[in-house]
């Protein structure tokens, strides 16, 4: 069955994208060579398309967008209506057997009554499915809420328009009481609740202003047929508002959206057994207004009927449309606000402002994930559901991590460089249980000379380049740095930090100044003064500008640069500047250290002895959160070696016993199973088969690394990717586009290509997410980018990896390189099919 829509802009914007497509259906038609029809055009047409549904039911829809809002068909009805049904008889003439009316062109004309008369076509103004969706979204907020009926009032706006009224009898058989706020009207309460059945009128109340409803946080139903009855600055806190009307009654989101949720009402979803055209595409129907779902749906049933006209809804008819809906694949959810869908943890924060408002219970998982979006950070919550990684572990052992459901991931991660043991290493177990057991005391450091924190100092010291005999404990990496600076700045008295681009040493103020990516403190500016960056692994650079500084602050191999090694030379060189100068030279050991890159340091590749030395993450096993700044004697002197300076850098958790005790434990593993030693050779083994893996894929930039911290970067090179898809369109279609575009103003050209730009960087950092996502979920493997770059995977296991567990990650490697396969030449063709029997490749004669 062919079917015509009559749809129309539900805002002032939406409105202005309907008559910009006409300016450039005009300015199309003049390039082809078109001529249009004489006369007023008072809609623009949208190309005819077919549908078929999850039944298999096929129908053919020709829908017309009519450019006027409805607060602009309200204020004129009569000329409107007379519009209306001159529309719906053109498509009537076209060929349809149905027409649906959307918005306000199925109120005027007498809620389609006159319409539908006029023209001589079965009409239908989709209000039951929308009825019967904005329902459903009613009840499932209501439950989510602990609404249940007895327990609460829901609130129905606009009563007795033709949805207020249908959803208040809709939600009287359900057993809820109402407060009816009705449209303005002088008749009496007697004469407004005659719609409804004599035995629920006990269960209504009626109001004339909704303000009276916002002493109390409430479910609202609002169908309205004037927009902006409702002020969603008065809602109270924890109010849903369920909007079916156009214009909306909830026109703007409201400001504190985390208190007040404006629900998206009367839309459906197709499933992906809907499909458009050949079949070939899934149809684009998501949050579909129901009043063209309707029509859709009784086109797919064939059947031809006015199935919605008029005040009175019949119930029985909601369902039906409902059912039908359903069984061809159109549902009422999921929820959306404002075209955003809407998580269940978004109504379960709002369940607390009710008195009996008690949010189902989920599982550990669903639970965490809904604390975490709420009370955590959202945005990071999102970004993990988009890419597959919103899991939750609950148990941890060596490589590996086990969610609720037993499922087993190895993780190549190791919380950022934090487990060099691996998860739960029984040494440093074993060292937390003992230290509790023994009721030793933690936090006397500063009314006492504590036991473990010393010996744990003396440790460092030993295991150290010579000379640093000092240590300070922190509780992170971060704060290690912070101490360096600080010591740094005190024991010379000069202010300048010398540090290079590309670099992090963490983001509290003082370690953001001298970390190379803007990116990371432009919103916390201005930073600290006198910080200078030179380039990683430049003499000449570092030479220049260490003169006079404090201090110059350098990772061994930049972590979350990309992992990225220095030239040979270039540390011993930048150390012998630094003595030359008079600054101090810092090493920042945090993820580099304690046997990371095969040496139990990474001043040990090139036999460094710094001036301070940083260290944390692995220091406790992973357990105790704790870092550590190590110095040589005479600076850490210079700088708080008198009584009166003594105590000028302090910190009330750094250096308790207990994150020492478990240090100690620590570092006697790393040398007992000799970690470095078994990370230098595990990081080889790895480093040569992921090579192999990687060597047929032009988009795999680079494997690189030392010991076990290691790298796959990405080409990611999408350059020209929007200007060949834009010239695509233009020269495809019919006329001379081209010549359109070229008289564009310069600051749009400007903004396209900026826009165009930004599409094909984040294209570029979208493939090593996705890849990160494909290990994930296809090979059971944690692995994440660097901080600094978004297409460099980092790969730093636990130091007690096993070959077999390395060869395994080389061979998921080696299945997603194939699986992206499209994005290398052909040469990575063959090692995308083993089963190919190779030729040689040769240069056919021109």
Known sequence: MKFGFLAHPISDGHRHQVRGLDLFGRLLDEHRGIPREPGPRHHVPIPEFTLTSATGARCTGAVRYLPYTAEQMLRRPGTARDMVAAEAAELRDAGAELVGLGGATSIVGDRGLWTAKAVGLPLTSGNSLTTYASHRAVLACAERLGQTPGRARIAVVGYPGSIGLAMARLLLADGYELDL?????ARTDEAMLRYLDPAERSRVTLYDDPAALYGAPRIYVTASSVGGVLDAGRLHPGSVVVDVALPRDVAVEPAERQEVLVIDGGLVSATDAVRLGDGSLPAPAQQLNGCLAETIVLALEGRAEAWSLGRELDLDRIRTIGELATGHG???????AFGRLVPDERLDRLARHYPSGRP???????????????????????????HGMDRVFTRAEGCTLTTEDGTSYLDFV????????????????????DFLDQGAPTFVQYVSMPAHTAELAERLSELAPPGLERVFFSNSGTEAVEAALKLARAATGRTRLVHTENSYHGKTLGALSVTGRKGHGAAFHPLLPDCVAVPFGDTAALAAAIEGAAAFIVEPV???GGVILPPPGYLAEAQRLCRRAGAAFVLDEIQTGLGRTGAMFAAEHDDLRPDILCVAKSLSGGLVPIGATLARTELWDQAYGSTSRAMLHSS?????????????????????????????????????????????????????????MNAIEFDGDFTGAAQALADEALARLPGDLHGLVDWLPDEVLGALRRAGNAVENALGDLM????????SREHRILAFVTANSNRTLRIQP??????????????AVRAVCQDFALHADLSAWQAGDPSHTPTNDQRWPL
């Open 768 to 775: 090593c997410l996705r890849f990160v996502s494909q290990l």
């Open 330 to 336: 159109f549902l009422p959810t999921p929820l959306a």
């Open 652 to 708: 009330t958790f750094g250096g308790g016993n207990l994150a020492a005790a478990v240090g100690l434990a620590t570092l006697d593993t790393l040398v007992a199973e000799d970690l470095p030693g078994r990370a230098a050779k595990t990081g080889a083994h790895l480093r040569d088969g992921l090579r192999e893996a990687c060597a047929p894929y032009g988009f795999v930039k680079e494997v690189r690394g030392i010991g076990l």
């Open 181 to 185: 706020v009705r449209r303005p009207s």
């Open 558 to 560: 930049q972590g979350e």
């Open 360 to 386: 189902p219970r989920g599982s550990r998982t669903q639970e965490t994930v809904r604390r975490f979006r709420t009370h955590i950070n959202p945005p990071m919550g999102r970004l993990f559901a988009a």
């Open 798 to 811: 636990p130091l007690v990896l096993g070959l077999d567990q390395a060869d395994r990650f080389t061979g």
């Open 414 to 433: 190791a919380g950022y460089g934090c487990l060099n043991l691996g998860h739960n290493h029984p040494a440093a177990t074993t060292a937390l249980r």
